[in-house]
Nanobody, 121 residues
Framework: QVQPVEAGGGLVQPGGSLRLSCAVSGSTWFILDMGWYRQAPGKQRQLAAVISSSGTTTYADSVKGRFTISRDNAKKTVYLQMNSLKPEDTAVYYC???????????????WGQGTQVAVSS
């Protein structure tokens, strides 16, 4: 069974850093986009950053210059380095992978269970 599994959340002071990771377990044929979404209390889930299979990255304006997304295709893992964290970055961060499990599969989204990031003094 294919499942993205996140790690690395926690509590950090404003201005601090955290690194999230997400490894896709199970058998896959090809992983296209991998990304991080976040959902703050009372708000909709929103894109933070996404990276394509070729390494092209896209960031939400609110995290540009502070967050860096990267991936290791051999490990089927995506990372999110978060620097200069602000209280407004507090949210549950969800890993997403759009992938194909076989050559006959058209592909679909798979979601992790989420990891809490809290930025507070």
């Amino acid at each position: 069974q294919v499942q993205p599994v996140e790690a690395g959340g926690g509590l950090v002071q404003p201005g601090g850093s955290l690194r999230l990771s997400c490894a896709v377990s199970g058998s896959t044929w090809f992983i296209l986009d991998m990304g991080w979404y976040r959902q703050a209390p009372g708000k909709q889930r929103q894109l933070a950053a996404v990276i394509s299979s070729s390494g092209t990255t896209t960031y939400a304006d609110s995290v540009k210059g502070r967050f860096t997304i990267s991936r290791d295709n051999a490990k089927k893992t995506v990372y999110l380095q978060m620097n200069s964290l602000k209280p407004e970055d507090t949210a549950v961060y969800y890993c997403n992978a759009f992938l194909r499990v076989s050559i006959d599969d058209g592909g679909r989204d798979y979601w992790g269970q989420g990891t809490q990031v809290a930025v507070s003094s």
